[in-house]
């Protein structure tokens, strides 16, 4: 018996991951529990939204080192000295955080246009015909081939990694000569960022939502369209702040997710599937619904395919000591899990966790 | 609306995919197609809807010629039974409907190009018959909503609106969803008065409250108008509408029928006998 390896193994395995993934899914539930209340229809498009936002923040890190030797070449006194400061603390100059952080404000921008340009020429046309939801939901599964096609186009199908910087915060071996434990808790700075990125990212999407003209004028135009209309809600710009917000949610939770593993087109595209479990799980439409519903999947995933063989090694007495490795699930069949329980949540409570705006 | 494909519901009811709540069935005028331009205002008339002919989508018209207006701080009501038209001839006066002919004019510019955005800009409110309020914001929040396009402090008309609706300053952090039926067309009521519109316009605002609340509200609805605010009505209880309107329209199958002072409509016997049960 060895409670607190077993904590320590149970923590580096299943609790840090998980909460990483958690908010990862999170703040991809969040951009489709938004389009949900807002434009009325799920948007099939949005792992592949993710995955242009990731590309685009790819592209920009992989041309910072490039733009750097060029300020460096051509304005080496005034310049140059700015964006050394403003680099320091990233990859690139050998700071601890990745390069792609500095990039994300671009990756947003770039998919933010993409799309409001989508809105204007796609969905903008069904709406002018008050096209019925599902309608727009197949729209965005053309969208989606477009999005997965071009983004395979520029970026190519293969992975590609773009961390920098630091890998850990905490590794495994200064965790065990902290703590002279023979388990240890590495702490990825992929994860670190992950959380605190995901908690100022709620954290601002809720205040701009409960707090702001704006937000509120979002929440009155999901929650009766007609009577917004009547208070001088302009829809258009209600829709236009939406895709704009999404864009924003997309595009950091793409980044961070290929942060934490790596970015491949595909994988993408297969998130979709926890995402929108997230999102169904938490109960669409409500955004709080959103995050619980990510940290569900997140942590279900997580715990049913880990080999629990190590942690109730520690936990059993010797006799009773596992022989197989106690792994419920293969890895392979991860997305099971988010099917199993969007299934088992559709037929018992199909509001969700939140019960959604319908309350 | 059956022609168009895009308006198809099949499949639609599936809940994980779309979301019908508070989705809009307005149509409304989507950019100004004419300049507002000005014209001589029809016999002191503050707001006109002129032979408006229309209907919804590609569907047959509802409305054929139709005249409604009210004069500055007037009360005119519309009256006349199911499937008149009345509504209709509401949603048409704020832009919520394309008109294939006639014309909205507010003191004496034409309007009928603008958005109804634009038409609250210019001092029109609007309180619908159904869902009428934001359900799940706070009563606060509905007011704050209503004054969305100002850009002033909205404080003091907050207060106006508590003042005339006493109940509602007790309750303004509370959900309007979850408020009284009598309580939550205060709300409604409220919410566009937010605004301080030049023109109030009430679809049935005492449709399924109780006698009481309703005598109550009609009080209110007189208080509003006492202001110089003018207030186009339509109304299901006729006889008590027509009772405080200084201007009545009686409207059947989306035509005028009858037009005159709320006194000699109630005076009149074939009125009576047609729309008012004798």
């Known amino acids: ?359 | 609306m059956t022609q168009n494909a895009y308006q198809n519901d099949r499949g639609n009811k599936d809940r994980t995919i779309t979301n019908p709540d508070g989705i809009g069935s307005a149509e409304p005028v989507r950019a100004a197609t004419a300049a507002a331009t000005a014209k001589p205002v029809a016999n002191g008339q503050f707001l006109i809807g002129d032979g408006m002919t229309g209907g919804y989508g590609m569907g047959a018209d509802i409305l054929h010629d139709c005249t409604i207006a009210v004069k500055k701080g007037e009360i005119a009501v519309i009256v006349g039974p199911n499937g008149a038209g009345k509504s209709t001839a509401m949603r048409a006066v704020f832009g919520m409907l394309n008109l294939r002919q006639g014309a909205v004019r507010l003191d004496g510019q034409d309007i009928s190009g603008l958005t109804p955005q634009a038409r609250v800009a210019k001092g029109m409110a609007f309180v619908p018959q159904n869902s009428n309020i934001f359900a799940s914001l706070t009563v606060e929040e509905n007011l704050e909503m209503g004054a969305f396009l100002r850009r002033d402090d909205i404080n003091r008309t907050m207060e106006q609106v508590y003042e005339l609706f006493p109940i509602l300053k007790d309750k303004r952090r509370q959900i309007a969803g979850e408020l009284s039926g009598g309580q939550r067309q205060q709300v409604a009521v409220g919410r566009a008065l937010m605004t301080e519109p030049q023109v109030l316009m009430l679809d049935e605002p005492t449709a399924g409250v109780s006698p009481i609340v309703m005598d109550e509200l009609f009080d209110r609805i007189i208080e509003v108008a006492r202001t110089g605010i003018s207030i186009l009505m339509v109304e299901q209880n006729a006889r008590q509408a027509l009772n405080i309107a200084d201007t009545g329209y009686v409207l059947v199958q989306g035509r005028n029928r009858y037009t005159d002072t709320g006194q000699t409509l109630l005076a009149d016997p074939e009125v009576r006998k047609s729309f008012l049960g004798g």
């Open chain 1, 1 to 359: 018996m060895d409670v607190l390896n077993a904590l320590v193994a149970f923590a580096n395995f299943v609790l840090v991951p998980a909460t990483a993934y958690g908010a990862q899914l999170a703040l991809g539930a969040l951009g489709v529990t938004l389009i949900y209340g807002i434009l009325r229809f799920s948007n099939f498009a949005h792992g592949d939204t993710m995955a242009f936002g990731a590309m685009v923040t790819i592209l920009v890190t992989w041309s910072i080192p490039l733009v750097f030797a060029w300020l460096q070449f051509n304005f080496p006194t005034l310049l140059f000295p700015i964006a050394d400061w403003v680099l320091s603390p990233f990859g690139v100059a050998g700071g601890p955080l990745p390069t792609a952080l500095l990039a994300l404000p671009v990756g947003i921008l770039v998919t933010a246009l993409l799309l409001l340009g989508t809105d204007r020429v796609i969905y903008g046309f069904y709406r002018q015909q008050r096209a019925k939801p599902v309608v727009l939901v197949i729209v965005s599964m053309g969208v989606m081939f477009m999005m997965n096609g071009l983004v395979r186009f520029v970026i190519g199908p293969d992975d590609q990694r773009f961390a920098d910087g630091a890998r850990f915060i905490v590794s495994a071996r200064e965790f065990k000569a902290m703590t002279g434990l023979r388990e240890g808790l590495a702490f990825k700075t992929s994860q670190g960022i992950t959380i605190v990125t995901a908690v100022i990212v709620v954290a601002a999407l809720f205040w701009f939502l409960n707090r702001t003209r704006t937000g509120k004028s979002m929440r009155a135009y999901s929650d009766n369209e007609d009577l917004a209309l009547l208070s001088g809600i302009n829809p258009e710009r209600v829709v236009a702040i939406t895709w704009i917000i999404v864009a924003a949610l997309a595009t950091v939770a793409g980044v961070l997710y290929g942060l934490d593993k790596s970015f491949k087109p595909f994988t993408y595209f297969q998130l979709l599937l926890p995402i929108f479990a997230s999102a169904i799980v938490g109960g669409l439409g409500s955004p709080v619904g959103a995050i619980v519903g990510g940290f569900v999947i997140a942590f279900s995933e997580v715990t049913v395919t880990y080999a629990w063989k190590k942690v109730l090694g520690y936990l059993m007495p010797e006799a009773l000591e596992p022989s197989g490795l106690v792994q419920l699930l293969s890895t392979d069949y991860k997305f099971a899990v988010s099917f199993v329980i969007l299934v088992i949540v559709l037929l018992f409570r199909p509001t969700g966790i939140f019960a959604g705006k319908t309350g």
